[in-house]
């Protein structure tokens, strides 16, 4: 039997292993090559949670500049470090974009909705400082797995928080959503109720409830086994939503990840799981700068991605993370 067949069942299970043992995933950082040059620790706010690392491309910087990515990580809005995140930071930069990981605060410290206004701040201080790293303000994105893909959407498609920095999402060339929770009332996550006031939810406060024309281009992940965020009624259906209106999405199912090897597959180890670097990487390369007539004006998508069907209605289990 050829190596490359035999080593591929031996990397899915010590890859699965490593990331069961690691939640967040520190100890892929330990075999992440050190290729971006690091500014840790940048203050956004007061807060000691209020801090971000910034991963810039070692290469020099193109005409116009990088594009930019401002991460936030998941963990059901009460758990994870912008440092155990260091594979997704270096794996962007190694493809020429400049990437802002940001912590914010987390329950039992605040609930909904203070994490979203940490994450507008975060997100607001790369669109202020774009220029001076190195990267073009008109392609800057917003993008975050579990947890942290329910605070971009909502950074990128209900303009409350933005705006509350003086800022807009119409500036936004585009979000990207992994394993994202957009419609999860009623919580079934434990973990998550408390962070919005079970059973007392607060209203306007679903992605899915801002979906419309004009909203940025959208790349939206999703993995095939996810039991922690159902797919079908999250990521196809904001899909629906977003396309019924206009506004270009890229989709891309991964049959072979789960919720947390979807955002793994950004460490070279993992990779074999999908090619989730490279589809973000070329949604993020290949859209065109935000401007004024694109954010009033949303083309047909022409997406080739394969989506699930979305329903109208599911009572399937969202499980918030």
């Given at each position: 039997?050829p190596f490359?067949?035999?080593?591929l069942?031996?990397?899915?299970v ?6 069961a043992a690691?939640?967040?995933?520190t100890?892929?950082n330990?075999?992440?090559p050190?290729?971006s ?8 706010g007061g ?8 991963y810039r491309?070692?290469a020099t910087?193109?005409s116009?500049g990088?594009p ?17 995140y260091?594979?997704?930071g270096?794996?962007?930069a190694?493809?020429?974009?400049v990437?802002l990981v940001?912590?914010y605060?987390?329950y039992?410290?605040v609930?909904?909705p203070d994490f ?9 201080y790369g669109?202020r ?10 392609r ?14 909502m950074l990128?498609?209900?303009?409350r928080?933005?705006?509350?920095q003086g ?7 585009g979000w990207i959503?992994l394993a ?5 009332y ?7 109720k408390p962070v919005f006031h079970h059973?007392n939810y607060?209203?306007?406060?679903q ?5 419309q024309?004009?909203?940025?281009p959208?790349?939206?992940g ?5 039991k ?9 259906q904001?899909?629906a939503?977003l396309?019924?209106v ?36 070329g949604?993020v ?6 401007t ?8 047909e998508?022409?997406?080739s991605?394969r989506?699930?069907?979305?329903a109208p209605t ?8």
């Open positions: 039997m490359k067949t035999l080593l069942p031996l990397l899915t010590a890859g699965a292993a490593l990331v690691c939640a967040p995933m100890a892929l330990a075999v992440v050190e290729r040059r690091l500014t840790a620790d940048v203050a956004y807060n000691p949670r209020q801090k971000l690392d910034i491309p070692s910087a193109p116009g990088y930019m990515v401002v991460f936030f990580y998941g963990g059901s809005w009460n758990s994870g470090s912008r440092t155990d260091k594979f997704v270096e794996a962007l190694s493809r020429g974009v990437t940001a912590d605060r987390l039992p410290e609930t909904y979203l206004q940490d994450s507008a701040s975060a997100l607001a669109l400082e774009a220029r001076s790293l190195s990267a073009d303000p008109t800057v994105f917003v993008m975050g797995h579990s947890a942290g893909g329910y605070n971009a959407a990128a498609l209900d303009e928080w933005l705006k509350e800022q807009d999402p119409k500036r936004l060339a959503g994202g929770p957009y419609d999860f009623p919580i079934e996550n434990p973990d998550a059973p607060p209203p306007d406060s992605p899915i409830e801002f979906a024309a004009g909203s940025p959208t790349f939206i999703a993995a095939e086994d996810d922690l965020v159902n797919p079908t009624r999250n990521s196809a904001m899909v939503r396309r019924a206009g506004v270009p999405v890229s989709y891309q199912v991964y049959p072979r990840a789960n919720h947390v090897t979807l955002a793994g597959a950004f460490a070279w180890p993992l990779r074999f799981i999908g090619p989730v670097l490279d589809d973000v990487a949604f390369n290949t859209t065109a700068p935000r004024r007539s694109t954010a009033m004006v949303a083309p998508s022409s997406s991605a989506p699930y069907e979305a599911l009572a399937a289990t969202s499980g918030a993370r």
